[in-house]
C-alpha cells in the first residue's frame, strides 16, 4: 500500500489531473485508454512533453523514463522528427494510397534487418504479431503457435494467452476459451522443459514467437542459448522461428538482436521506435514467407494470407517520424548506443549497489538503456522469468515508483520497467539514484533499514 503521506502529496499536486480523472471514468471504462496506464489513487492527465519531460495538466514536469512505452529512442518530440511532420502535415496526413516515403523507411529496416527480405506496416504491434503467427500458420498448414509463459506480444486474441500470473487461466472473458487449444506455453529460459512441451505438440507445430528480453513482464532478457536452442528446434522441425522485437528492435542497437545472437528468424515484428513516435507495426521476414501475402500474384484463394495493414497502414506522418528518427540514430549510431547503453549500465549498477549497502534485497534487471528494479520476498530469491516477477514484492516496487513521482518529479509507469533515451543525462542518473537513496532512508522500502542518515520518515516524504 501507498503510504498516505505520499497519496496526500500526490493528491496536492494533481487537483486538476483528479478533475480530469473524474471526467474520465465517466467516459472510458477505468478512465483510460490502455489498462496499464491506471494507477491509484488516479493517473496524472499530460498534456505536453518535450525531450525527457512529461509536463501534466497542474504544471508539474516529471523526468519520464516510461518514454511512449518504451518507444521515444530520442525523447518527447525531437526536432528531426519536429521538421519533418511539419512538412508532411501541410501536404497530407493520410495517402490512403501507395506512397514512396514508405519506401525510404522500409530500405532503412531492410538494410539493418537482413531477413527483412519483403514487409507490411500496420499501425500497431498487436497487429504485426497476429499477421506474424498468422503467416505461420499460412506457411506450415499447422495450427499451434508457441510462446513463453509471461511473454506478451499485444492485445490480439491469439496471444492472449499465458500472459498474467497465474498464466494457466485464460487472460479474461470475451474469446471463445479455445484459442488456448491452440497456443502451447514454455517456461522462459528454460531450455529442456521448453523442448519437453514443444515435443508434445510438434506435429502440428507452426511456429514459437519470443521476445528476445521479456519486456511487459519484467525487463529478463532472454539467454542466448535458450534463443538459440529454440530456433534449432525449429530449423530441425520445419517450424517458423518469429522474434518479436518490437520492444528490442533498434533499442539494444541499429537493426535487430539476431546478427549480434547469431540467431537467423524466419519473422521479424517491429513497433514502437520504428514509427518515430507514430503508431506502426511491421512485420518482416524472408521472401518465400512473405510472399504467400502477395495478393497480386497468389490470386487463388487457397493460397493467399491475408494479412492486412489496415487504413493508416504505412501513413505518411508515421513514414516521416519514422525516417527521421532511424535516420538521425543511423548517422549518429555510436554515440546514441554507447550514450544509453554506458546510462543504462551505470543505473544497473548504481541501483544494484544501492540496494544491498541498504540491505534491501533485490535483482535489477536489464540490458542496454532497459532497466527495472525487483524486490526480492520470502518467495523468490532472483529474477529469472515471469513467474519470479510475479512473487517478488510487487507493492514495495509500487511504493518506490509512486515515491520517485509524488516526491521527486521522476516517472516510471509504476511496475514497469524504465527505458534511458538520447536525451537522458548522466546528472538525471545521479539524481534517479540520489533520490532512490532518499526513498530507502524514508523507510517507504525497508522496515529494518540500516539508518545510514539521520533523515525521518515524515522529514523524507
Ligand atoms: C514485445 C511486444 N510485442 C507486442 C506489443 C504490442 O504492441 P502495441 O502496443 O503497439 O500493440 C508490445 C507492446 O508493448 C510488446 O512489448
Redesign the pocket.
Known sequence: MISNILTDLYKKKTHNSKKCYDKSVKIFPGGISHNIRFFKPYPFFVNKAKDKHLFDVDGNRYVDYWMG?WALILGHSPNVVIKKLDKQIFWGTLYGTANDISIKLAEVIQKSIPISELLRFCS???EA?MYAIRLARGVTKKRIICKTIGG????NTDLMQSVNYPFENDEGVGMTGREGDFVESIPFNDLDRSIKLLDSVKDDLACIII?PLL??AGCIPADVNYLKGLEEYCKRNDILFIL?E??TGFRLKFGSVSSQYGLDPDLITL?KIVGGGLPI?VVCGKKEIMNIANPVVNRNKQELCHIGGGTFSSNPLTMNAGYATLDYISKNRQTVYNKINKLGAITRTGLKKLFSDYGIKSHVTGVGSLFLTHFLSDKVNEITNANDVALSDGGKLARYHFSLMAKYGIFFLPHKMGAISNVHTLEDIRRLLDVTEKIINSGVLHNQMKNKSNMTMKAAI
Open positions: 512505452h500497431t504491434g498487436s504479431t506478451w506480444h499485444g492485445f521476445e519486456g511487459g518479436d518490437i520492444v513497433g507495426g
